[in-house]
């Protein structure tokens, strides 16, 4: 049951749970949080590493002792998600989604871990549901721990407001990378064309999946395209030499009471930020 803190940062700034919300990422090697009130002040941070077991009562008390040793309460804010990293997502635009006889993409799931169930949720920015597997037992133990908790995919995390805004012009490629392989989200004249996770095992196999990417939904070579996740310089050089309009994504613009915390590489989990 043990957990080591890997970072914590905070500020002093007081403000009640119902003025804030938390964002948690679950890994399967543990979570990582933020708490932000709704003036767009990013107000903690911070990261747990554990290895989960079957017992959903441990991940309780896991959950509860990380928060609490840092005084942090789990009720009463105004939103909290929870956003789930999985290989497994499929999107159902929103009109096929209740066809009685037409769930053909739950044929996309039919084989999950053990101890893994099909989770749902809407997407109301792209107008569609996402249906994926999570760890049916850590999930619950959230959801216990923090009942209102909304339970969310990590590729659905990354279509938003604010990435539909940026390309409502143009094309916008969004791409989180991680341990085997990228979060892959593509968006053209504010609307959703692609969200799905590609097995990446090196950088050369990254830069192929954009470029056949671009050819395939005809995207503009000038089109934007976002990194993050684990970049780093050699990795954002590469990548630059074939898209130019390359940069970090760091999700929403927030304010830092703390300085330490401006000085955070966000896009390294802007999940937590959108």
Same mark, same amino acid.
């Given at each position: 049951m043990?957990?080591t ?11 009640? *749970?119902c $003025? /804030?919300?938390? %964002?948690?990422?679950?890994?399967? @090697? ?7 009130s709704?003036?767009?002040e ?21 959950i ?14 105004n ?11 499929v ?13 053909h993409y739950?044929?996309?799931?039919? *084989?999950? $871990? /053990?101890?893994? %169930?099909?989770?749902e949720e809407? @997407?109301g ?26 339970v969310?995919?990590i ?7 604010g990435?539909l ?10 791409a ?5 392989g ?6 053209k ?11 990446c095992?090196?950088r050369?196999e ?5 470029l ?5 939904l005809?995207?503009?070579e ?7 996740g ?5 990795l954002?050089a590469?990548v630059?030499h074939y ?7 760091n999700?929403a613009k927030?304010?830092?009471p ?17």
């Amino acid at each position: 049951m043990s957990y080591t803190t890997n970072f914590f940062i905070t500020s002093d700034k007081d403000v009640p *749970s119902c $003025e /804030k919300n938390i %964002s948690i990422c679950l890994r399967a @090697n543990g979570f990582s949080f933020s708490l932000r009130s709704l003036k767009g002040e990013l107000l903690t941070v911070g990261e747990v590493a554990h290895c989960w077991s079957s017992s959903m009562a441990d991940a309780m008390r896991v959950i509860k002792q990380a928060f609490a040793e840092k005084g942090i309460i789990l009720f009463g804010y105004n939103n909290a998600e929870l956003m789930v990293v999985t290989d497994q997502a499929v999107w159902v635009p929103e009109a096929l989604f209740d066809a009685a006889n037409s769930r053909h993409y739950l044929d996309a799931l039919y *084989s999950i $871990e /053990k101890g893994h %169930s099909v989770m749902e949720e809407y @997407n109301g920015e792209a107008k569609a549901h996402v249906v994926f597997s999570a760890d049916s037992n850590v999930v619950s133990a959230f959801k216990i721990v923090l009942p209102k908790i909304k339970v969310r995919c990590i590729q659905s995390a990354f279509v938003n407001a604010g990435t539909l805004g940026m390309c409502q012009e143009g094309s916008l490629v969004v791409a989180n990378l991680r341990d085997g392989g990228c979060d892959i989200s593509v968006m053209k004249e504010g609307g959703l064309l692609l969200s799905n996770f590609f097995a990446c095992a090196n950088r050369d196999e990254l830069v192929y999946r954009l470029l056949n990417i671009r050819q395939q939904l005809g995207l503009e070579e000038e089109g934007r395209v976002l990194l993050c996740g684990d970049v780093d310089r050699e990795l954002f050089a590469f990548v630059h030499h074939y898209f130019p309009r390359l940069d970090l994504y760091n999700g929403a613009k927030l304010r830092f009471p703390n300085p330490e915390m401006a000085r955070i590489h966000r896009y390294k989990n802007a999940v937590l930020y959108v």
